[in-house]
């Protein structure tokens, strides 16, 4: 049985395009508006990182953007003990 402490751990999966110029796109699939790019494919790694971190926190926020019409409710996920 996992400790009440242990670190939670999400699993993604990063794509990683060459496109012009020599730049590397990367984008997470589970999280289609996490898409950065780079340099190198560590430079777009880092980036698109950053990218999923903020996708999260915006998703995970309950005073975003709200979009007139929608219907809302708060819903709390516990995972472990």
């Given amino acids: 049985m996992p ?3 242990a670190p939670l751990v999400l699993s993604f999966t990063v794509v ?27 430079e777009a ?6 990218a999923l971190r903020e996708v999260l926190l915006f998703e995970a926020d309950p005073t975003g953007d709200e979009e007139s019409g929608q219907d809302r409710e708060p819903l709390e996920l516990r995972i472990g003990p």
């Fill in 3 to 5: 400790s009440v402490n």
């Fill in 45 to 50: 790694r880092e980036n698109v990182l950053d």
């Fill in 16 to 42: 990683y395009d060459d496109v012009e110029d020599g730049w590397v796109m990367a984008r997470v699939l589970e999280k289609p508006a996490a898409i950065s790019q780079g340099r190198t494919r560590q």
